[in-house]
């Protein structure tokens, strides 16, 4: 006889993970011995301090909160609903509860014994990954030394992983060979090369290849003299013909060509010179396949030519962005990838632009990226923002420098645009008059900024202190650093305003069910995930980058990692900011090449529940360093 419930069971849990990884048959089994639970409001699920259940939580309908004494008073830390699990301390702790559940709502819970589940979690890497996870995100510090490893060990399997899956794929082939015979001239050979532009040619013998010339085999045996142009190619063909079958590997190509000191192999039905010729492929194809490989793509940045190459090339790093993605990769190596080849990309227009104009720039000067690409955070298509520092000159030319750099600017600026960095709408871009200063200017600047600091100047120095140097004399983007930090050592004004401007977005701890979302325009009900989330945490990376006075570190992520070093006893606070910052960024690449945009706004209803699960543990960490910067600055009363 069939259980019912047992199958409804199984039906409403396969769609939430863990459960979501398990076969059909595990989920009936697990579903046979949950036990269903109903409760009214504020009924308490288990206790701090008692002893644990044999059974974890998933909540069918209804809403559960957990609470934590903290300061003499039970907070709520966190909120749960429907198809969230809870209550996993049984599964990886043998003290007793931490904190308390209690029923926000008339509540149905399904009960799960720890029995039944256990074995499945010790046979299901990904399901003991999620579970640590989710336990992890609900204890009080989610990043301690306990769960750091575990936490991040799945990001270091995975490259090299995606590494060996791209290396385990067959080859493709070209099909349309170019061959001929042996009695051909090597004169008429070339031509035929040359007409069909390939670097080689197959001599074949019904079908089957009996020999292959190559570019180098002209230039070495013919252009040296050695052999006559109109030998016939039965002279200086490369015999036998070294061949493979169709399912050949990219990994068993690079070795075989390195190996025999080739750059060609031909492809054939059964693998032997004896069999129809099917195709071939070279070393080339090979870099082909790749497509939109680190290396290749640096290279035709370098030797790009025009603004159009670079704007295909920039579609091919979002094509390299994109695969990094989906394969997840580690946060860190993307970063470092993209900025790269960003910065490059930049680097490049600026030298056309200068080659392009009549003379020299008359004096030394940095191009400086602002904001996103300065912190090596901009992934995705967004603004350009953007700066020029040029060296002090005497006041009877400054002016005439500055239109020289204006001009460079204007250019640059357009180029960039045309490539695929938008316009600022601020105008923050070199183009404007206002941020193509001499360095004296912009040292002025910066000093006006955090004497007479308002909301407008608090907004500039997000943006202008997070530079990094593109182009240009580091010498000046070296000593504008060393003014940053000489101008806010110690200025406890300048720092608690910026600290007080950095909790104007609190993290949206409840976010379930108190979910700061859009409240109109064109973006209503959904959530904004570069204001809620991001910049908190960037902007408190950057005011503790200040009090720390940790030069030139401008990644966030680099910085909560100084921070860790230079102040141990809150290095897990620290962490678990250095790890916030890299998910969200991932997190928004994610969805902006999902939705095709700049992945800024968030549909909730979109989420699964192991995303929002990964949101939750960030909120944390942003939650906790807000809390440190209203104490260290002095803004325990802030709102």
Not at 20 to 35: A, F, G, H, M, W
Not at 143 to 153: D, R
Not at 216 to 230: P, Q, W
Not at 426 to 433: I, L, S, T
Request: aromatic share 8%; hydrophobic share 40%; with cysteine.
């Amino acid at each position: 006889m069939k259980n019912t419930i047992a199958e409804r069971v199984a039906d409403f849990i396969k769609h939430f993970p863990p459960f979501d990884l398990l076969s059909k048959e595990q989920l009936l089994d697990i579903s046979k011995e949950v036990k269903i639970k109903y409760l009214d409001k504020e009924n308490t699920i288990y206790r701090a301090n008692t002893a644990l259940h044999d059974q974890f939580y998933m909540i069918y309908k209804g809403a559960v909160k957990l609470k934590k004494v903290i300061n003499d008073k039970l907070e709520t830390i966190d909120k749960f609903d429907e198809g969230d699990v809870f209550g996993l301390r049984p599964l990886f702790a043998h003290e007793n509860y931490a904190i308390t559940a209690i029923t926000e709502e008339e509540t149905i819970l399904y009960c799960i014994p720890i029995d039944i589940f256990k074995p499945i979690i010790e046979q299901n890497k990904q399901v003991n990954q999620y579970l640590i996870e989710s336990f992890a995100s609900n204890t009080e510090n989610p990043f301690s030394n306990e769960f750091e490893k575990k936490l991040h060990l799945d990001d270091e399997v995975k490259l090299d992983f995606s590494k060996e899956l791209f290396e385990m794929q067959p080859v493709r082939l070209v099909k349309n060979v170019v061959t001929t015979k042996k009695e051909t001239s090597i004169r008429e050979a070339a031509k035929l090369m040359s007409t069909h532009n390939v670097g080689s040619i197959i001599i074949e013998e019904k079908e089957c290849p009996i020999g292959i010339i190559t570019d180098k085999d002209l230039r070495i045996r013919v252009a040296t003299g050695d052999y006559a142009i109109d030998d016939t190619v039965a002279a200086i063909m490369n015999s036998p013909v070294l061949c493979y079958n169709r399912n050949i590997t990219i990994a068993q190509a690079q070795i075989t060509m390195m190996k025999h000191k080739i750059n060609q192999i031909v492809v054939t039905k059964d693998g032997t010179p004896h069999s129809k010729i099917v195709g071939v492929f070279s070393e080339h194809d090979i870099i082909v396949m790749k497509g939109t490989n680190p290396s290749v793509l640096m290279k035709a940045i370098k030797r790009a030519n025009s603004t159009k190459e670079l704007k295909r090339i920039r579609e091919k790093i979002m094509m390299l962005l994109e695969g990094y993605i989906q394969q997840n990769i580690p946060l860190t190596h993307i970063n470092n990838i993209i900025f790269e080849l960003n910065d490059a990309t930049i680097k490049r227009v600026i030298e056309r632009c200068i080659d392009k104009l009549d003379q020299a720039p008359p004096v030394k000067f940095a191009w400086m990226s602002l904001g996103s690409q300065g912190r090596k955070e901009q992934l995705l298509h967004t603004d350009q923002d953007n700066a020029i520092v040029f060296e002090n000159v005497d006041a009877d030319h400054l002016e005439e420098v500055r239109t020289y750099f204006l001009t460079l600017a204007k250019k640059v600026n357009k180029r960039l645009k045309n490539i695929g960095f938008a316009y600022c709408p601020g105008e923050m871009m070199a183009k404007n008059p206002r941020w193509c200063l001499s360095l004296e200017e912009w040292e002025t600047q910066f000093s006006d900024w955090t004497k007479e600091t308002g909301d407008d100047e608090l907004l500039l120095c997000s943006i202008f202190f997070d530079f990094d140097i593109t182009y240009g004399d580091a010498a000046l983007t070296n000593a504008l650093s060393d003014h940053i930090m000489e101008i806010t050592r110690n200025n406890m004004i300048f720092l608690s305003k910026l600290g007080a401007s950095s909790l104007r977005s609190p993290s949206p701890l409840g976010f379930f069910r108190q979910f700061l979302v859009e409240q109109d325009g064109e973006h209503k009900d959904f959530f904004d995930l570069k204001k809620r989330a991001i910049m908190p945490v960037t902007d408190a990376g950057r005011l503790l980058a200040l009090h720390y006075q940790t030069k030139n570190i401008n990644n966030t992520a680099e910085r909560f990692e100084k921070f860790a070093e230079l102040m141990p006893e809150d290095k897990e606070l620290f962490l678990s900011c250095s790890y916030a910052s890299k998910a969200l960024l991932k997190f928004r690449t994610k969805h902006g090449l999902l939705n095709n945009d700049n992945g800024r706004f968030i549909a909730l209803a979109e989420l699964s529940k192991e995303e929002k699960m990964k949101l939750k543990r960030c909120f944390k960490a942003i939650a906790k360093v807000q809390e440190l910067i209203k104490l260290k600055f002095n803004l325990k009363n802030f709102i």
